[in-house]
């Protein structure tokens, strides 16, 4: 199946790469290509991730990959990357309001 990703995706690797530069550019290409690569490769099974509650259809998927949420539309035998952020995984039993 053939992966593409939105213009709104490739900004958002930009941005993520540009801030890994930050600190180690040779790393930041070598993780953008990383993350890149494992995407293509997880979403060879489209289905793999579950339906995005936001959107709630199931060509509207979402999975976790190094510490990113990728939001994809499976669409005419292709995937097409809609964003890519941080994933916070916030679980609201630890929080301690006293």
């Known amino acids: 199946m053939q992966v593409s990703f939105s213009q709104t995706a490739k900004e958002q690797l930009r941005e993520i790469k540009l801030f890994i530069a930050k600190d180690n550019p040779a790393r930041a290409i070598k993780y953008i290509k990383k993350l890149i690569d ?57 929080i301690n309001i006293y």
């Open 38 to 94: 494992r995407i293509r490769k997880f979403l060879e099974f489209p289905y793999i991730g579950k339906v995005n509650a936001t959107y709630n259809r199931e060509d509207i998927r979402e999975i976790v990959i190094e510490g990113y949420k990728i939001i994809y539309h499976i669409v005419s035998g292709k995937i097409i990357i809609l964003v890519i952020y941080k994933n916070i995984n916030l679980n609201e039993s630890d």
